[in-house]
């Protein structure tokens, strides 16, 4: 597990690896929840670079699909592997620089995972 910064804009991460594929389960703030599921499909574009087909379900009256696109597309650019992530993050009467600061938070989680699994998954050591 993988966490990201302090009280109520923290965010954190689980994984597991199902088959060749990756699935993070995302949440934080004052309640986890379902909001979006992401799947992050890579491909080599012609410059031999990692690129992304993303698609979302978002629910009705969510905004975690940011959350969830976040993850995958910077998990799967990294590694070429396919990546799911599901979760949500709820914040009861947040201020705009609280949500902000929970994408903020998932995109520096979303790095830090992504460095360590393009590591692990170039050794085949992913657990």
């Not at 965010?11 to 309640?31: A, N, P, T, Y």
């Amino acid at each position: 597990m993988w966490f990201e910064g302090k009280g109520r804009t923290a965010v954190w991460c689980s994984l597991v690896k199902l088959g060749d594929g990756l699935v993070f389960c995302i949440g934080g703030g004052d309640e986890t929840h379902i909001g979006a599921v992401s799947v992050a499909v890579p491909y080599k574009q012609k410059d031999n670079e990692w690129s992304v087909s993303t698609s979302t379900i978002t629910l009705p009256y969510h905004r975690d699909d940011v959350l969830t696109r976040i993850m995958t597309e910077k998990v799967a650019k990294a590694t070429g592997k396919v990546v799911v992530a599901v979760g949500g993050v709820h914040l009861e009467g947040a201020a705009r620089n609280e949500i902000d600061e929970v994408v903020r938070n998932m995109e520096k989680l979303a790095e830090r995972v992504a460095a360590e699994l393009r590591t692990s998954v170039a050794t085949d050591t992913v657990k």
